[in-house]
C-alpha cells in the first residue's frame, strides 16, 4: 500500500531516524519514568522538558481496536481502499497507542487481542514508517 511520506520536524526527527534503522524508540521522560507519544518538547505529566530521552521498544504490541476505511479523502490512499487501521498497545506501555495499517490482514478479519510485531515499510520519499502484521 502507498502511504504518505512524513517530513521529520526537530522533535520527531530521533523517531523517524530510528525508523529509517529499523528501530522502534519512543520518547521518555527520565524524571517521572512516563513513555510519551506522540512526542511533545515537554512531558505531560510532570511538564518537564529537560528530562527527556529516546527509549529503545521491544517492537511487540496487541491489538487493541480497528476500523476499516472505506471512503478516505487521503487521494494517495484511496486506490487501495478498503484497508484496516489498527489501534497497537505497545507491550511496554498500555498508555502508549500507535495506529497502523495491517500488513498482510484481509479487510475486516483483524483478531483483536492478536499479538503484533513491528515491521518498517518506506514510504515514496523514502522514509520508513513502522507497520505492523500479526505473529503466531
Known amino acids: 500500500m502507498s502511504k504518505q511520506s512524513p517530513v521529520p520536524d526537530e522533535l520527531s526527527?530521533?523517531?523517524?531516524?530510528?525508523?529509517?534503522d529499523e528501530r522502534l524508540v519512543i520518547q521518555h521522560c527520565t524524571a517521572c519514568n512516563r513513555l510519551i507519544h506522540p512526542p511533545r518538547p515537554a512531558c505531560d505529566q510532570c511538564a518537564s522538558g529537560a528530562n527527556l530521552e529516546w527509549k529503545q521498544m521491544s517492537g511487540r504490541g496487541k491489538i487493541y481496536n480497528y476500523g476499516v476505511?472505506?471512503?478516505?479523502?487521503?487521494?494517495?490512499?484511496?486506490?487501495?481502499?478498503?484497508?484496516?487501521?489498527?489501534?497497537?498497545?505497545?507491550?511496554?506501555?498500555?498508555g502508549?497507542?500507535?495506529?497502523?495499517?495491517?500488513?498482510?490482514?484481509?479487510?475486516?478479519?483483524v483478531p483483536v487481542g492478536a499479538a503484533v510485531e513491528v515491521v518498517f515499510e518506506a514510504t515514496?520519499?523514502?522514509?520508513?514508517?513502522?507497520?505492523?502484521?500479526?505473529?503466531?
Request: proline share 10%; aromatic share 10%.
Open 13 to 20: 526527527k530521533p523517531f523517524w531516524d530510528a525508523a529509517n
Open 96 to 109: 502508549i497507542q500507535m495506529y497502523s495499517h495491517l500488513t498482510g490482514t484481509p479487510v475486516d478479519k
Open 124 to 136: 515514496p520519499n523514502g522514509q520508513k514508517v513502522p507497520e505492523w502484521r500479526v505473529v503466531g
Open 69 to 94: 476505511v472505506y471512503d478516505c479523502p487521503i487521494r494517495l490512499l484511496q486506490d487501495n481502499q478498503p484497508f484496516n487501521v489498527a489501534v497497537v498497545m505497545l507491550d511496554e506501555d498500555q
